[in-house]
């Protein structure tokens, strides 16, 4: 029989909050975390704007040495773990390191360091690349980099599936807990890439907003959509079987009670027609939950503000959800912290389950018209205040990869 799984922790740092909770309640109030680039020199480029972390120093968190060891998704996976595992109120030792695991994905790793390597290679010589430019670079470095830094010894590893990876690692966590391999998992997504190369590369496949206007630039739903806005940060959950939360006296936001994971098999960037990839997973992943579809209250959409993107996802929720879709409120968080790519997926499971604990559901900003397709509740620019018992969190990824997450209020 398979374990009940809940949420005990959580951390975060995104647009639009350096920790979990900040990040909910800026979301709630309809906080815009989207604002020209500074990072990076974007003169000869045609993308702009992004969702770049505000006032974050590493060195308040990991002393700058060790911090220059690490490229800035591992960085920020190290922050975001801490704080999930302090809010868990969890306390990993000698006696439990081998039943606590890390589950962290990246959705490109170190695209920042592979950058800077590649300059110092071409205008230095190869003497001036870094012995911890592997490291620094491959994605399953921040699972790695969080088990050392936290020793939590059990099962570890790093999903990677684009825009997906969040969500994954979170639903294959579920699943080591589930079948008793750990009793608790830190899970979770973590990125990087706002860096030249990577919005050189987005650009050129025409995924970003050319869009400069922060206010209108990542707007789902909206005619004039014309791309994701690319943003960072880190997401990640502490997830616990039941019986070892209760026993010492864990704090719960939400139970996870259902997971889909599959393939469009249909292109490396364009979704299935119809969005009948997401239809399958998101059924599959009531299925798994054992629920009707009647019994959800609200989605977490993937909402990226692509053209065909959100036209399937609406379709696709239409087609599973059936009559029942107009009665759904659907949000996508993505208008106010951008497309965290490899975390967004965690990050919006986080503010999922804050939804469902609080009863307070996270606008979509930047809404003043529909056309006739677009004729779901999807938030417009304030929040509601609802009891949500089911939510499901949607993630879809370049490759054709497809996951949700079923969230549910928790009670004995």
């Known amino acids: 029989m398979r374990k009940r799984v809940v949420i005990t922790g959580i951390g975060a740092l995104s647009p639009i909050g350096n920790d979990a909770k900040t ?52 960085q920020y996976a190290i922050v975001a773990a801490r704080q999930a595992v302090k809010d868990a109120k969890l ?45 620094m670079m491959i994605p399953d470095m921040a699972a790695g980099q969080v088990s050392i830094d936290l020793g939590a010894k059990g099962p570890n590893g790093c999903t990677v599936t684009a825009c997906a990876t969040g969500t994954n690692c979170i639903g294959d966590a579920l699943r080591i807990v589930q079948y008793g391999d750990a009793d608790v998992m830190i899970a979770g997504g973590t990125e990087a890439p706002i860096t030249r190369l990577s919005l050189a590369g987005f650009s050129s496949n025409k995924a970003l907003s050319t869009n400069d206007d922060p206010e209108t630039a990542c707007q789902p739903w909206q005619d004039g959509r014309d791309g994701f806005v690319m943003g ?66 609200y989605i977490n959409a993937h909402g990226t503000s692509t053209p065909i993107g959100d ?60 056309s006739e397709e677009f004729d779901l509740n999807y938030v417009p620019n304030k929040m509601v205040e609802k009891e949500i018992e089911y939510a499901l969190s949607n993630s879809l990824g370049f490759g054709g990869h497809n996951a949700v997450l079923v969230l549910k209020k928790y009670s004995e």
């Open 311 to 370: 036209l399937y996802e609406t379709m696709a929720i239409k087609t599973t959800f059936g009559n029942h879709a107009k009665d759904l409120l659907v949000s996508s968080t993505k208008s106010m912290t951008g497309h965290l790519l490899g975390a967004t997926g965690a990050i919006e499971a986080i503010i999922t389950a804050l939804t469902i604990k609080e009863g307070k559901v996270p606008p979509t900003i930047h809404q003043q018209t529909y």
């Open 232 to 297: 960072e940060g880190a997401g990640v959950v502490i997830l616990e079987s039941l019986d070892h939360a209760l026993a010492r006296g864990a704090d719960i936001y939400a139970e996870v009670v259902g997971y889909g994971n599959n393939a469009d098999a249909h292109h490396i960037t364009a979704p299935a027609p119809n969005g009948e990839g997401g239809v399958r997973t998101m059924k599959m992943a009531l299925k798994d939950a054992g629920i009707e579809p009647e019994q959800v209250q």
């Open 23 to 74: 990040t909910y309640e800026n979301a709630v109030k309809g906080i815009n975390g989207i604002a020209p680039i500074t990072r990076v020199n974007t003169d000869d480029l045609n993308v702009k704007v992004g969702g770049e972390l505000k006032d974050f120093n590493i060195e308040d968190y990991i002393p700058l040495k060790e911090a220059r060891r690490m490229d800035r998704f591992t």
């Open 91 to 135: 306390d990993i030792n000698e006696e439990n390191a081998e039943r606590i695991g890390v589950w962290i994905g990246s959705g490109i790793g170190g695209m920042e360091t592979f950058e800077n390597s590649y300059d110092a290679l071409i205008n230095k010589g190869p003497r001036r690349v870094s012995p911890f430019f592997v490291p």
